[in-house]
């Protein structure tokens, strides 16, 4: 039970500390992404709205000539000027040096997206040929979209009175540090994971401690009221049949017998109840053939559906085996078929169905029977200690709600499963469907 407890609270905890870092590490790398591409649009669009003149190395696109350069001229001064006129980047934070901090090249398309121009500055780009160029801008007009990345470029297109202008931005640098953060963060939150794994693991034996400790004394409480019970109930039970002995066939007595031996069963459902709790209940787990196993616990229940006009189809293939505790088993099926005997409709709409087969490697018992479940039965929850459905799990069933608690219990306990359907009926009775598989 230790181990057990101390698995469960190291994986609750690292599963709710690794959330919390991915989902941070997440929100930060996104937010530096979202925070550098708008950089680098808006660095394009003041590269846009630059007004320059022609540049002396762009290449027409009809000819494949560089375009003829005019002259530059330099405006006239008046000789009392507070200061030069403002420089196109000198807004917004950009300063004229910032030209020659970028690397840069545009594309001129017309409006069928053809290449018409290319213009390559060596003092912005050097390590982009035309050709490359043209492949990138046939690209990006290809994709229709105004922002993209090209290999290592972030580009925008906008549209002019020629067409479209197409301007690409060198973003090595830009990316190299979206990388450098994500491999930093990532590392941060490996080392906090792993350092956290070590403090809960230090420290989760003193975590789980009270809960341990209020656990073992509702088992030891459990366990001695059982026995505490038992010496007034004998004691009840052998009044009893003296009085029967003296008074045959009196209804108080039957009915007293019958209640001493209903409470005999709860005492002994819940010290067992408390027994499958421990680390290891089953230690000794064989070989055992679970067709034997079945049909010798539902004989008895044959014998009650007899009597009762009931009819109970059983389909045990032969030869199905599989490795732990006969016994656990065989209450397991007692538990079930109890539970179908008490409360599957008469006849002659009630019907129990009994199979045990052979699914891959597992051995599979499947009982299913007619029943009649209200809306308000939540089947999930039939195997839960104590809970009350109606016509499944009901008052009257003498367990006290904890009979399919014992045998979802005794399931996990040997590392099986057992599982609660309900199949709507199709112009019949409604059924209910349990599925045990080892």
């Not at 912005?124 to 040929?129: D, K, N, R, V």
């Not at 059982?226 to 008074?247: C, F, N, Q, R, Y």
């Not at 009762?308 to 085996?321: G, K």
């Not at 499947?366 to 009350?388: G, I, K, M, W």
Request: glycine fraction near 6%; aromatic fraction near 8%; hydrophobic fraction near 40%.
């Amino acid at each position: 039970m230790l181990r057990k407890l101390r698995r469960r609270f190291i994986g609750a905890a690292l599963t709710a500390f690794t959330t919390v870092i991915v989902l941070l590490l997440c929100v930060i790398n996104v937010a530096n992404g979202i925070s550098t591409t708008r950089q680098l649009d808006h660095t394009l669009t003041m590269l846009m709205e630059e007004s320059t003149p022609p540049d002396p190395t762009a290449i027409d696109g009809s000819t494949g000539k560089r375009a003829p350069s005019e002259p530059n001229p330099t405006p006239d001064m008046p000789e009392n000027a507070a200061s030069p006129p403002k420089a196109p980047f000198l807004h917004d934070g950009f300063s004229p040096d910032v030209r020659f901090m970028l690397r840069y090249f545009s594309v001129d398309c017309d409006a069928d997206g053809n290449v018409t121009a290319v213009e390559l500055d060596a003092d912005y780009i050097a390590s982009i040929t035309e050709e490359v160029a043209r492949e990138y801008a046939a690209f990006a007009m290809a994709r229709g979209q105004t922002y993209g990345f090209v290999s290592q470029y972030r580009y925008k297109i906008a549209q002019n009175e020629n067409g479209y202008c197409v301007v690409f931005l060198n973003a090595e640098r830009e990316m190299g540090n979206i990388r450098s953060l994500f491999w930093l963060t990532g590392g941060i939150a490996l080392a906090s994971i792993a350092l956290l794994t070590v403090l809960i693991l230090a420290f989760s034996h003193r975590a789980i401690r009270p809960y341990l400790r209020n656990l073992e004394a509702q088992k030891e409480f459990i366990t001695n009221a059982g026995h505490e019970l038992k010496t007034p109930l004998a004691a009840i039970s052998a009044s009893a049949d003296v009085l029967d002995m003296e008074l045959p066939d009196n209804e108080w007595v039957t009915t007293i017998r019958a209640e001493v031996q209903k409470m005999g069963k709860r005492i002994a459902d819940l010290i067992t109840l408390s027994r499958l709790d421990e680390e290891n209940p089953f230690p000794e787990r064989l070989p055992f053939s679970v067709s034997d196993a079945v049909w010798e616990a539902s004989e008895p229940f044959a014998s009650r559906c007899a009597a009762q006009a009931l009819p109970f189809v059983r389909e045990i293939d032969n030869d199905v085996t599989a490795t732990g505790d006969a016994a656990a088993v065989m209450q397991v099926c007692s538990i079930l078929l109890d539970n179908a005997v008490r409360y599957t409709l008469p006849s002659p709409n009630g019907r129990i169905w009994l199979s045990v087969t052979r699914k891959g490697k597992l051995a599979r018992i499947v009982l299913e029977n007619t029943c009649a479940l209200s809306p308000d039965t939540d089947v999930d929850r039939l195997f839960e200690r104590f809970y009350r459905g109606d016509a499944a799990h009901p008052t009257r069933s003498g367990s006290g709600g904890i009979g399919l608690s014992i045998a979802y219990a005794t399931m996990r306990s040997l590392g099986g499963t057992i599982t609660a359907k309900r199949i709507p009926g199709e112009g019949e009775p409604e059924r209910i469907r349990f599925t045990v598989q080892l």
